[in-house]
T-cell receptor, first 113, second 117 residues
Framework: DTAVSQTPKYLVTQMGNDKSIKCEQN?????MYWYKQDSKKFLKIMFS???????INETVPNRFSPKSPDKAHLNLHINSLELGDSAVYFC????????????FGEGSWLTVV | AQKVTQAQTEISVVEKEDVTLDCVYE???????LFWYKQPPSGELVFLIR??????QNEISGRYSWNFQKSTSSFNFTITASQVVDSAVYFC??????????????FGQGTTLQVKP
C-alpha cells in the first residue's frame, strides 16, 4: 500500500490552462504538505495543512490554491498555468510535532508548454 | 536563518568504493532535527534517517552510516562499498524553527551520486 499517493504522476499542459494534482495519505497523519522541486532539483515548501487548516503559505502566487477536504487529502489547484510552473510537485505528510519525519509521495511532473 | 549546505554538487565513484556526502547546517535553535533523503532516478523521495540535536551518537544501518558533529555543524553520510543502486540524488534537510511546530523542512541543494560499475 502506497503511504502517500499523488495523481497524476505526469502532466503536460498548455499555458493558461487550469490543472489539479490530488494527494492522499493513509498513514493517519494530521499534517500534509506540498513541496516544489525546480529544474535544479531544489526543494522548497509551498503549503502545509494541519487538520484541514492552513499553517504554512510560503509566498506562493495566488494562482496556486490548496484544498484539504479532510486530513487525509490535500489537493493542489493551479490556475492560468505559466511556463515557470513546470516542476515536480511533491505531496508529503507527517504527524505534526517538532522533528517528526515527513514522508513524501512519488511526485507529480508538471510540464507547461 | 536556517540553512543547509551540501557543497558537493556531483560525485562519481566506482562500485565498491566508499563515499561520503557532506552536509553543513546553520541554525540558532538549540533543539533541531536533521534528515537525509534519497531521490533515485525514478524520482520519489525516500526517507533515510532522522537525528535530533541531543543525540550525537553515530548511526550505522547496513552499508550506510551517519556522522553527526555539533561542533562543526555537520551531518555527513557515508556509503560503504557503494553499489550501482546507490546512484541517486541525496538531500540533507533541517527542521525550520522547531519551536514554531510547523514541520517545515529546509533542504540542501542535493548531491548527485553516480556509482559506476
Amino acid at each position: 500500500d502506497t503511504a502517500v499517493s499523488q495523481t497524476p504522476k505526469y502532466l503536460v499542459t498548455q499555458m493558461g490552462n487550469d490543472k489539479s494534482i490530488k494527494c492522499e495519505q493513509n498513514l493517519g497523519h494530521d499534517t500534509m504538505y506540498w513541496y516544489k522541486q525546480d529544474s535544479k532539483k531544489f526543494l522548497k515548501i509551498m503549503f502545509s495543512y494541519n487538520n484541514k487548516e492552513l499553517i504554512i503559505n510560503e509566498t506562493v502566487p495566488n494562482r496556486f490554491s490548496p484544498k484539504s477536504p479532510d486530513k487525509a487529502h490535500l489537493n493542489l489547484h493551479i490556475n492560468s498555468l505559466e511556463l515557470g510552473d513546470s516542476a515536480v510537485y511533491f505531496c508529503a505528510s507527517s504527524q505534526l510535532g517538532p522533528g517528526n519525519t515527513i514522508y513524501f509521495g512519488e511526485g507529480s511532473w508538471l510540464t507547461v508548454v | 536563518a536556517q540553512k543547509v549546505t551540501q557543497a558537493q554538487t556531483e560525485i562519481s565513484v566506482v562500485e565498491k568504493e566508499d563515499v561520503t556526502l557532506d552536509c553543513v547546517y546553520e541554525t540558532r535553535d538549540t533543539t533541531y532535527y536533521l534528515f537525509w533523503y534519497k531521490q533515485p532516478p525514478s524520482g520519489e523521495l525516500v526517507f533515510l534517517i532522522r537525528r535530533n540535536s541531543f543525540d550525537e551518537q553515530n548511526e550505522i544501518s547496513g552499508r550506510y552510516s551517519w556522522n553527526f558533529q555539533k561542533s562543526t555543524s555537520s551531518f555527513n553520510f557515508t556509503i560503504t562499498a557503494s553499489q550501482v543502486v546507490d546512484s541517486a540524488v541525496y538531500f540533507c534537510a533541517l527542521t525550520d524553527r522547531p519551536s514554531s511546530n510547523t514541520g517545515k523542512l529546509i533542504f540542501g541543494q542535493g548531491t548527485t551520486l553516480q556509482v559506476k560499475p
